[in-house]
């Protein structure tokens, strides 16, 4: 993986799988790792978890497979399962530039702003607020699904 993740992560995402807490999807070409992501169905963030609505995380593709649609897949096979649960699907995105292709690609895929404004570590912040511009300042967006 090109992303870092701390030591021990899929360990524990395959503990959460198996206490049932979330699904997680893996995109692989023979043997070798394409990309991935959680679908979580009770998230962190108030905003989906108050209303029932499943949260697609921690999508990411390894950098030389970008561009050929794996993201796309791995969004595709989420949505399916997640329609047979909800009406919806969340997911979020940085406000940096790394996100960018990110950004992009959710809202070409159909997910819209939920509403409720940029969130800090899931809460969300007043008019003049001040925050540091990092992965916790998040912007979640919503796609109905039927
Ligand atoms: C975001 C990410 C998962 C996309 O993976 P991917 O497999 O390259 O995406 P896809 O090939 O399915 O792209 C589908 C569409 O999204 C858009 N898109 C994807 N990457 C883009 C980029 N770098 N710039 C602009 N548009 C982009 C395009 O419209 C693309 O269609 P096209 O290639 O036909 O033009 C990948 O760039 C990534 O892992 N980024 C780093 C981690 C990250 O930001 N994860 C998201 C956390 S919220």
């Known amino acids: 993986m090109d992303w870092h993740k701390p030591a021990g992560y899929f360990e524990r995402v395959l503990d959460q799988q198996a206490f049932g807490a979330l699904i997680l999807l893996l995109a692989l070409d023979a043997d070798a790792y394409l990309g991935h992501c959680k ?11 108050e209303r029932g609505i499943p949260e697609i995380q921690d999508l990411n593709v390894n950098r030389s497979r970008r561009r050929r649609g794996v993201a796309s897949r ?8 997640i329609v047979k649960q ?3 699907a969340g997911i979020g995105f940085g406000l940096y530039a790394d996100y960018g292709a990110a950004q992009r690609l959710y809202i070409q895929r159909g997910y819209v702003p939920d509403g409720r404004g940029v969130h800090y570590h899931h809460e969300p912040l007043p008019p003049g607020a001040t ?7 998040v912007l979640y967006l919503v796609k109905q699904l039927r």
Request: a negative charge; charged letters at 30%; one cysteine or more.
């Open 131 to 137: 925050c540091t511009l990092d992965d916790d300042l």
């Open 39 to 49: 679908l979580v169905w009770s998230p962190g963030y108030p905003g989906f978890r």
């Open 86 to 88: 909800s009406r919806f």
């Open 74 to 81: 791995l969004l595709e096979e989420a949505e399916a399962r």
